[in-house]
T-cell receptor, first 115, second 115 residues
Framework: GDSVTQMEGPVTLSEEAFLTINCTYTATGYPSLFWYVQYPGEGLQLLLKATKADDKGSNKGFEATYRKETTSFHLEKGSVQVSDSAVYFC??????????????FGAGTRLAVHP | DAGITQSPRHKVTETGTPVTLRCHQT?????MYWYRQDPGHGLRLIHY???????DKGEVSDGYSVSRSKTEDFLLTLESATSSQTSVYFCAISETGLRDGTEAFFGQGTRLTVV
């Protein structure tokens, strides 16, 4: 079945370090891909998305490129800040039974950034 | 921020008791979803609704029921709570049913502990 696999955390970085969080997916067809972020004590919010192959999503200095050939959507940021500490979820959306789209999430990766 | 309110935000209940969680939205979105979040599993879909009185099961629906009598309210009921249902529950809404790469908006979550 459809699934999303992302690297296990926690990821611990110093401020201004480079961040990569790997995400790969298994799905038939052409899913849309998302990164959601969950700050402590809050719900999920959309960070960025890409809807077709080779699209690059970007927001707040984060980027991810939809790579269909490697079925990947890795999240990157050139210089992390303490305020980026959160849990990051990779997800895909595609039609499910009944014709309604559903979101399928990875397990989440906790990022801790230290000064 | 999308107008989504979950209540209660925290609840401790005893095994075998019924529990109802409420999701209220002010966005007039047609689609509503209930997810549970557990370590190592990300978010998993419990039930969703595609209109008033129209609901369907997700991947982890056993032990849960839902109702939607008004556009703005989506209720999740645990008929007889078990310790395995200890989790954080998130409500989400979508205007388009997640089609065409559109995002879901999430509530702040309800932390439920079954003792």
């Amino acid at each position: 079945g459809d699934s999303v696999t992302q690297m296990e955390g926690p990821v611990t970085l110093s401020e201004e370090a480079f961040l990569t969080i790997n995400c790969t997916y298994t799905a038939t067809g052409y899913p849309s891909l998302f990164w959601y972020v969950q700050y402590p004590g809050e719900g999920l919010q959309l960070l960025l998305k890409a809807t077709k192959a080779d699209d690059k999503g970007s927001n707040k200095g984060f980027e991810a490129t939809y790579r269909k050939e490697t079925t990947s959507f890795h999240l990157e940021k050139g210089s992390v800040q303490v305020s980026d500490s959160a849990v990051y979820f990779c997800a895909l959306s595609k039609p499910g039974n009944g014709g309604y789209n559903k979101l399928i999430f990875g397990a989440g990766t906790r990022l801790a950034v230290h000064p | 921020d999308a107008g989504i309110t979950q209540s209660p935000r925290h609840k401790v209940t005893e095994t075998g008791t019924p529990v109802t969680l409420r999701c209220h939205q002010t966005e007039n979105h047609r689609y509503m979803y209930w997810y549970r979040q557990d370590p190592g599993h990300g978010l998993r879909l419990i039930h969703y609704s595609y209109g008033v009185k129209d609901t369907d099961k997700g991947e982890v629906s056993d032990g849960y029921s839902v109702s939607r009598s008004k556009t703005e309210d989506f209720l999740l009921t645990l008929e007889s709570a078990t310790s395995s249902q200890t989790s954080v529950y998130f409500c989400a809404i979508s205007e388009t049913g997640l089609r065409d790469g559109t995002e879901a908006f999430f509530g702040q979550g309800t932390r439920l502990t079954v003792v």
